[in-house]
């Protein structure tokens, strides 16, 4: 059973700066597309950044110049390294992958349980 992990989340300053990682485990294919979302309370969930295997990216235009996305295919791991982070960016965080199955040879959508961020002094 494939499951994705979130991990890195917690309170910081305006200002300040955190890594989330997002683990996958389990058994599988191959990873394909992977991102980063969030949603913030009382809002729909938005994309933050996503990569592909061959570490192409593309950010929102809110994080650009302050988050960087990234992955470790060896570890199967994903990161969102995040810098000067305001208090608009409180959310939760999702990691999000297109993962292909052994079994079927098909891509299926899998997401993380979140990961809560809160910026404020």
């Known amino acids: 059973q494939v499951q994705l992990v979130e991990s890195g989340g917690g309170l910081v300053q305006p200002g300040g700066s955190l890594r989330l990682s997002c683990a996958v485990s389990?058994?599988?294919?191959?990873?394909?597309?992977m991102g980063w979302y969030r949603q913030a309370p009382g809002k729909q969930r938005e994309l933050v950044a996503t990569?592909?295997?061959?570490?192409?990216?593309n950010y929102a235009d809110s994080v650009k110049g302050r988050f960087t996305i990234s992955r470790d295919n060896a570890k199967n791991t994903m990161y969102l390294q995040m810098n000067s982070l305001k208090p608009e960016d409180t959310a939760v965080y999702y990691c999000?992958?297109?993962?292909?199955?052994?079994?079927?040879?098909?891509?299926?959508?899998?997401w993380g349980q979140g990961t809560q961020v809160t910026v404020s002094s």
């Open positions: 389990g058994t599988f294919f191959s990873i394909n597309h």
């Open positions: 990569i592909t295997r061959a570490d192409s990216t």
């Open positions: 999000n992958a297109d993962i292909v199955i052994i079994a079927t040879r098909r891509e299926y959508d899998y």
